[in-house]
Structure formats: C-alpha cells, structure tokens
C-alpha cells in the first residue's frame, strides 16, 4: 500500500483502528459517481458513504451520507440545532478540510469539523468513506467512525435504496 498514506489513513493507523483501504478506478466527472465507485469496489452502493462540506447557519459541518442518497438540508439543521443548511462552496471546502472535491474524507482533516453521520450507516458491520484521495476509499465500522468524528448520527439522507 506504498504511496496510499492520507492524513485519514495516518489517524486511524495512530489510533489503532481496523481498518482496510480499497483503491478503485472511476472518472471522477462521470455522472452517478457514487453508484460507479460502489460498483469498481464490488460493494453494496448503500454501504458507500460521501462526505459533504455544508454550512448551517453559518457554520462549516460535514454531512455523511449513504451515495444512494442525497442530503435532505432540513434534517441536517435540524440535526444540529440550526435553521438553515446549505452545500459550502467548493474552494471552502478544500481550503478548510485540506482535501479535493471527490477526495473529501470525514476524517483527518485540516481542521476538525462538526459531522453528521447518516442513521443508516449503523445498519452494517462496516462501511466505506473516502480516504482523502480521489480513487481511494477506507472500510471501518462506523461506530470508529462516529468516535473519531465524535458525530452526531441522524437520519439525514433522503432517496436511500
């Protein structure tokens, strides 16, 4: 795995996590990314979690939701106390978590932000999240990853399979 070390990769190794990390190959424009990713790693799409930098009210938050899915904004705030929610924009969203559009990973980031964690993920042993790379995803079990993010799991996802 020489050249596969992330920031997100480095903390769960530090920390002593199971982990595994799963390279995959998928044109980071086409459409349906996601699904595609899921396919290219021969997982369930369910079981494929995104990472989206948000703002409520203001505030930078991370929103992890299933890629079958899409965030449901309402729920987001609510989950959080806010009123309102809304995608950050894109340079934002590098510049704070120190990682690319489609490589934004919910761990090991520049700086910690607050996280949501879809309530669907604690239905499966193990779920699977960028790893801070575009083409590289990490596979733990999402009690670590709600630890790690000291998350705050809600049912935020909308569409789920």
Do not use: C, W
Not at 29 to 55: C, H, I, M, Q, W
Not at 108 to 131: C, E, H, N
Not at 150 to 158: E, N
């Amino acid at each position: 795995m020489a050249g596969q070390g992330t920031p997100a990769t480095a903390l769960l190794t530090k920390r002593k996590i199971a982990h595994s990390v799963h390279p995959y190959d998928v044109d980071p424009d086409a459409p349906n990314y996601g699904a595609l990713a899921a396919a290219a790693l021969g997982v369930p799409p369910e079981r494929v979690f995104k990472s989206l930098v948000t703002e409520v009210d203001g505030a930078l938050t991370v929103a992890v939701v299933p890629v079958t899915g899409e965030l449901d904004l309402k729920a987001l705030a609510a989950a959080v106390g806010g009123k309102r929610a809304a995608l950050a924009d894109r340079t934002v969203a590098e510049r704070t978590t120190g990682y690319v559009r489609g490589g934004i990973s919910p761990l090991g980031q520049r700086k910690r932000l607050p996280t949501v964690l879809d309530a669907s993920a604690l239905g499966f042993p193990t779920i699977y999240v960028s790893a801070g790379r575009r083409g590289l995803q990490l596979q733990l079990a999402p009690a670590d990853l709600v630890s790690l993010t000291q998350a705050h799991v809600a049912p935020v996802a909308t569409g789920r399979a």
